[in-house]
């Protein structure tokens, strides 16, 4: 036996994460607990410290040994039960069964209600009497701090005279600990010098190394069943290892039954205050996993950051090269997360996401397609619906009565204000994949920038609510023409319907839309198509927010064609994927995807047209059902799910998970918006002013906008031409090329935008609209061309 002595085999192999298919999520309600935990095939995998977007760990399980004839990974040879012993609470039993039946392993988890320990109470029962008194338990810890398996450090500790094992990594240190004390312990390098290499061997433990330095690590220590076959593991963090072992012992010195009634207590103090469980399937079972699951993905110290997943999508396939995982902020998915809580009746962590929004906007509106918890912008792309969503959910809260002495003209401005000046092409859709014309962005847009009208008019400011309410007629009146083809092939007799995008560049601003001919390059691998034969559900998002009514001709032939291109039948009930040609997703073969695959069905796209069968008067209760039998036995609902026939050996099983992210926020907050909107009888996320003006009233549009960021060639005869600008200009313009010419000044919209309205509707058809912007600085330099269409040319807005 070697003892006291350094780990052969550094650096370890390479470092790998562990399955995205997670059984639960955890942390303590309160704001000092600043720990996280998941869970999967029975097991502790990431444990977050000391922000939600910081995975330190891999996994945490037993290895349990005769000692003569086998050595069982808990996590790959045991039969794993996922239970939820108390109410309205992320509090987890864990019940590991021995596939033969001679023993069991009875685990229940919590965190340390007000320090950041993990706490693991375990009882042995052993069913086989030939077993009793020879069964050993080993608990093996993979440390993967601060985000990586690479340059860890770990030894042998004994502060406060207890049996610990310590791992650091720059500032960050973990306390490995057991109640009672470990009897042996060991750290060695994974996959030479590491306890699964050492137990695998000959079932017994032979290396006792003290350190193991800068490499992928592992920890183990056998624990002591010599008193009794119940114990409590703990996992403590800190800044240093006095301050990681002290909250350890701390957590350890307080019994477990206490630390769990206190745990236990703090969630069920955030149950809904509406009560929404009459109005689903199974009582409300899902719907209290969800709101917890939702509040949980909250950051403890950058309060109202809530982060996508607590999970890496395929992450038994990525190394540390890969910061893979959705434990970043999306601001679609937050406001998502924010608004289905507010369907619960909170209102607290919803504002604090506003609020957090309004700190990580920048002053010219815009905000960063996903950031860290600190609001550091991650991917830079940019997606004008999530420049929109802090709208929807600035009116939302001042709805419920929930701003509190926050005001949200600043954010809500500042974001209408970039709208207008960058919009409508967006250089990202909700999927991240293309640029153009996007059915679901412009549904956002419409609706966020008539609530910035609402909110304008609450201050009396009714010239920036009149232009407001113009630009936004002027976005609905084209709708049809910008992203409806004409030619459609996919459903014989239903060639007019919307398409998934019509692809322009946001750069180009004298690009025209063209639905029926336009070329759409797809994401990950999934070819060039016409865009008039790649459909989607985005534009749904249009009878949800109130843009067009549930029984609009063109949204019903719409959802034809992606029922019987997109639908897929599954043994819960009916799932959707996002688009035909989608390479998003799990390869046919059961594989991982690993920058193309094929797109599966989505609960969320369950969800949503759930919605639109709410909205159309049908009853939504067969896809609420559906959805609660797409959970895991957990409560757990993924990101995608297998929609092809069975894999052999269960490899992939049809409607059950792929290895994408679960459980996905976005997922639960559809969920639990269904569920509300099923009460009320109306979509939850409908807003109002949207719903009158163009869903029943129809309001059309008698102006034409023009910006240098979306130019408009062509316009109708009769209508307007106005010109907005982001700063005060004249237009010098002329109607007869420049025989004579008239000035314009702009005036000032209220919010960072000024326009100027040319006479157009007074000239005729066939005129042709010559003018530049003379800038405070000087002259554009360059002239503009509107062309007056006649009564038989179609008007285009590129």
């Not at 029962?125 to 008194?133: A, F, H, N, T, Y």
């Not at 990586?148 to 973990?174: F, M």
Request: proline share 5%; charged share 20%.
């Amino acid at each position: 036996m070697n003892k006291n002595s350094i780990a052969f085999g550094a650096p370890g192999i390479e470092p790998r994460w562990t399955s995205s298919a997670k059984d639960g999520i955890g942390t303590a309600y309160h704001s000092s607990a600043c720990i996280w935990f998941t869970l999967s095939h029975g097991i502790i995998n990431e444990i977050y410290f000391p922000h939600v977007d910081t995975p330190n760990t891999r996994d945490l399980q037993f290895l349990i040994t005769d000692g003569e004839s086998f050595c069982h990974e808990e996590r790959r040879d045991l039969l794993h039960q996922t239970e939820y012993p108390e109410p309205n609470a992320l509090l987890y039993r864990l019940t590991n069964a021995d596939r033969a039946g001679r023993y069991r392993l009875v685990k229940e988890i919590v965190v340390d209600p007000h320090s950041s320990v993990l706490l693991m109470h375990t009882r042995l029962e052993v069913l086989d009497p030939k077993l009793r008194g020879k069964l050993r338990l080993y608990a093996l810890l993979a440390p993967h701090m601060k985000g990586t398996g690479k340059n860890n450090s770990a030894w042998l500790c004994g502060l406060g005279g207890r049996k610990l094992i310590e791992a650091q990594r720059e500032g960050v240190d973990l306390s490995f600990g057991c109640a009672p004390d470990f009897t042996r312990r060991s750290v060695g390098y994974v996959g030479f010098s590491d306890g699964w290499q050492d137990l695998m061997d000959n079932f017994t433990m032979d290396w006792e190394f003290d350190e193991a330095a800068d490499g992928n690590i592992a920890l183990i220590g056998e624990v002591d069943l010599s008193a009794g076959l119940e114990f409590t593991l703990g996992v403590g963090f800190g800044r240093s290892s006095q301050s990681a072992c002290a909250h350890l012992l701390q957590a350890l010195a307080t019994p477990f039954a206490d630390q769990r009634e206190k745990y236990v207590r703090q969630w069920q103090r955030t149950c809904a205050k509406v009560d929404l469980s009459a109005h689903t399937k199974d009582g409300g079972s899902l719907m209290r996993v969800s709101q917890c699951l939702l509040l949980a993905h909250e950051d403890k110290i950058f309060q109202g950051a809530f982060v996508a997943s607590l999970s890496i999508p395929w992450g038994d396939t990525k190394d540390d090269s890969d910061r893979g995982g959705y434990h970043l902020v999306w601001t679609r998915d937050m406001v998502q997360t924010a608004t289905a809580l507010l369907a619960c009746g909170q209102t607290e962590s919803p504002l604090r996401a506003l609020i957090w929004l309004a700190c990580v906007q920048a002053a010219d509106g815009s905000l960063p397609q996903n950031s860290s918890i600190r609001g550091e912008p991650y991917w830079k792309g940019m997606q004008l619906d999530e420049v929109a969503v802090p709208i929807l959910l600035a009116w939302r809260l001042q709805q419920a009565d929930a701003l509190r002495q926050f005001n949200p003209w600043t954010l809500v401005s500042r974001a209408a204000r970039y709208l207008i000046l960058h919009g409508p092409v967006t250089a990202q859709e909700r999927w991240e994949e293309n640029s153009g014309y996007s059915p679901s962005t412009l549904a956002t847009i419409i609706a966020s920038v008539v609530c910035t009208a609402e909110f304008a008019r609450g201050r009396k400011d009714h010239l920036a609510a009149d232009f407001l309410l113009d630009y936004a007629d002027w976005l609905s009146a084209h709708l049809e023409d910008w992203m409806v083809t004409s030619r459609g092939e996919l459903v014989q007799g239903k060639p007019r319907h919307y398409v998934r995008i019509t692809p322009a560049d946001p750069k180009q601003a004298m690009a025209s839309p063209d639905p029926d001919h336009a070329e759409l390059v797809i994401a990950n691998g999934g070819g060039t198509h016409p865009a008039r034969n790649i459909v989607g559900g985005d534009f749904l998002h249009l009878v949800r927010l109130g843009v067009r009514a549930a029984d609009d001709p063109l949204i019903v032939d719409s959802l034809a064609v992606i029922d019987h291109v997109l639908k897929r039948d599954l043994p819960q009930g009916a799932g959707w994927r996002r688009y035909n040609h989608d390479g998003y997703g799990q390869k046919a073969d059961g594989s991982a995807y690993d920058g193309t695959g094929e797109g599966r069905c989505w609960p969320i796209l369950s969800g949503e047209r759930a919605h639109y069968e709410l909205a159309a008067g049908r009853d939504p209760m067969p896809i609420i059902e559906a959805m609660e039998k797409f959970a895991n036995e957990g409560g757990m609902l993924s990101e995608q799910l297998w929609d092809d026939d069975d894999l052999p050996e269960g490899k992939m099983m049809r409607g059950s998970p792929t290895g994408a992210a679960m459980p996905l926020c976005w997922s639960h907050a559809e969920y639990v918006t269904l569920v509300r909107s099923h009460k009320d009888g109306v979509c939850f996320d409908r807003i109002e002013p949207v719903y009158q003006r163009y869903a029943k009233d129809g309001t059309g549009s008698t102006i034409e906008m023009w910006t240098l960021a979306h130019q408009s060639q062509r316009i109708a005869h009769g209508k307007t031409l106005r010109i907005i600008t982001g700063k005060a200009v004249t237009i010098h313009w002329s109607a007869d090329g420049w025989a004579t010419a008239n000035d314009l000044a702009t005036r000032d919209a209220g919010f960072g935008c000024w326009f100027g309205d040319l006479p157009s509707a007074q000239l005729s058809a066939g005129v042709r609209i010559v003018f530049t912007i003379v800038w405070q600085e000087g002259w554009e330099g360059k002239d503009f061309q509107v062309e007056i269409a006649a009564s038989n040319q179609t008007p285009i807005t590129g």
